[in-house]
């Protein structure tokens, strides 16, 4: 019998593999005591029989020892969890259902029939909560990954068809097709959703993953119909058109193709990163601009933040603090240990200090400086509640504050991770904060501004660095508190300030005003003055965030005014 990977749900199937599947006879229990049954009046042919399975996949683990990339040679074969599994015959579903936690599956189908067993690469619960929709699309297609076995009669007896999803890797390559990717990367979100549940009974909204063997870490251009992709990443906000004009649907976008010499199918630690995001944008908020970044970076703290809880999250749902990320097709990975010290940056703007504060809060053990173990609950409480609503950006402060509301009489051991990676804020705000990352400048987290209180002057600088728009020093915030609704104006004028030596004027000013996280207004213009004029505003609490679009890294401070006015 055969089994194959399709795109497709139309007649027109785009059939991509071929391989094999396991088709076992189902036996008939033997009963003690005689037979009822009159041989001269035998009942009638039953009208329905049982088609039942296991569905499985093959994983491909990583090598025992660090960088030693995956191991191809030696897959294991796992159950597929929580998959949809249908009968259909001709072009219509008769049965449907889904996989248990040991990829077993069971369809009440017609008798004497021809069908064929499709498992789709979903994963779907509708109706009491929790609920959730999951699905593995190619998005050079923008078809459904499914497992076809060939097409069978069911006849009069209950039967048996076990469909098994190869890698396939050929011994050097993948030379058949890959089935088994679409259902391991399904695999990891079953993982994280059972995490999720596990402290939280939530509905999670339908989430799409984007894979193709086309899927390229290329940099010249960003078109997902041809898999330039770049990177995996998650996209979220908008269907904003890509550099060949199409929109770019929601989801997880997954690399996938060995050629050039980056899969991510079977790294995951890098799906749950990317499915934390997921998570930290539909359960909590999320306040990152995005961008490079690297363990050694000083960033923004809202993507030191994101990206610290993106690697955490990944540890927790893998309940294993080592993340491994494959490259040069697979015979290499990128690790690092959330246990150990990195060694790197420290600090509110290092995403290794958000990460390993974050997993020594949920991990069992405890070592020095570490004499906390929340588990998961806790943290996405935090995530939900105050992180969510804070008036703050989203920070490792703002988090901490939440937890701290969630845990109380835990403050004393979670300031104690706090100060281990030289963080001192004691607020949202990152009041007390005297950790400026090697540059005065960039002192306080936020400057206090207030209504008609006069031209204040600031500078911002990136010593060094490329794609400095996401690092530590490029955005300077400020904090408004109105009592009451006001209409305010907002103006920014670049100009040297004489108590910062060698200072210049900023050439392009850009204003930004949230409340809660989300944009209130905005002023991008062309030019060294900046304004936004007779803005209204409830009462509450406002970030001004400000930046010269024409900063380069480098020792030269760019320098500006800012003066709010209103009634």
Not at 389 to 400: E, Q, R
């Amino acid at each position: 019998m055969a089994n194959r990977l399709c795109q497709s749900f139309s007649r027109s199937w785009r059939w991509s593999a071929l391989f094999l599947c396991t088709l076992l006879a189902a036996g008939c229990g033997g009963g003690g005591g005689p037979s009822t049954v009159d041989p001269g009046n035998p009942p009638p042919p039953s009208t329905s029989v049982t088609v039942s399975g296991k569905v499985t996949f093959d994983r491909i683990l990583f090598a025992p020892t660090g960088e030693g990339g995956l191991d191809p040679n030696s897959p294991i074969e796992l159950p597929a969890r929580g998959v949809v599994v249908e009968a259909v015959s001709g072009s219509s579903v008769i049965a449907t259902t889904t996989t248990n936690e040991l990829g077993d599956y069971s369809l009440t189908v017609p008798s004497n029939t021809p069908m064929f067993i499709r498992v789709k690469a979903q994963m779907l619960k509708t109706g009491a909560s929790p609920t959730w929709n999951f699905r593995v699309l190619n998005n050079t297609t923008g078809q459904l990954y499914a497992l076809v076995s060939s097409t069978f009669n069911s006849g009069t007896s209950d039967s048996s068809r076990n469909l098994r999803a190869a890698s396939g890797w050929t011994g050097s390559s993948y030379g058949e097709t890959r089935a088994a990717a679409p259902f391991a990367i399904l695999d990891t979100v079953y993982q994280a959703k059972e995490l999720i549940h596990s402290a939280a009974s939530v509905n999670l909204p339908p989430l799409d993953l984007f894979w193709s063997p086309s899927n390229a870490p290329t940099v010249a251009r960003f078109c997902v119909q041809d898999g330039d992709i770049g990177t995996t990443f998650y996209w979220f906000g908008g269907d904003d058109p890509d550099d060949c004009g199409d929109p770019v649907p929601e989801g997880i976008y997954i690399l996938g193709n060995f050629s050039v010499g980056d899969t991510d199918e079977f790294d995951q630690h890098v799906i749950a990163h990317e499915f934390g995001h997921y998570i930290e944008e539909t359960l909590s908020r999320s306040d990152s601009i995005g961008g490079s970044h690297g363990p050694d970076d000083k960033l923004d703290l809202r993507v030191a933040f994101s990206e610290g809880w993106g690697n955490a999250f990944a540890g927790m749902v893998l309940n294993d603090p080592v993340y491994r990320d494959s490259y040069q097709g697979n015979a290499r990975d990128f690790s690092f240990d959330l246990e150990q010290d990195s060694g790197g940056q420290e600090g509110w703007y290092s995403e290794d200090s958000v990460g390993e504060i974050l997993w020594d809060l949920f991990d069992s053990g405890t070592e020095s400086g570490d004499s906390i173990a929340l588990g998961f609950g806790p943290i996405l409480n935090a995530m939900r509640n105050g992180q969510r609503t804070t008036w703050a950006l989203t920070s490792i402060f703002s988090f901490l504050e939440a937890l701290r509301d969630e845990v109380p009489s835990q403050s004393a051991a979670i300031n104690q991770l706090r100060n281990g990676e030289q963080i001192s804020g004691t607020d949202a705000f990152g009041t007390g904060e005297s950790n400026d990352g090697g540059d005065a400048l960039n002192w306080p987290v936020y400057r206090s501004v207030a209504l008609n209180s006069g031209q204040q002057p600031f500078c911002v600088r990136v010593q060094s660095g490329t794609n400095i728009e996401n690092k530590l020093g490029f955005s300077k915030f400020f904090r408004l508190n109105l009592a009451s609704a006001s209409t305010v104006t907002i103006q920014v004028v670049g100009t040297a300030d004489p108590g910062t030596p060698g200072s210049v004027a900023a050439q392009d000013p850009d204003v930004w005003v949230y409340r809660q996280g989300v944009p209130i207004a905005f002023r991008e213009t062309v030019g060294q003055t900046e304004q936004l004029s007779q803005i209204q505003l409830s009462a509450g609490t406002y970030i001004i965030e400000v930046y010269d679009y024409e900063l380069v890294a480098g020792p030269t401070p760019r320098c500006m005014t800012i003066n709010v006015t209103g009634t």
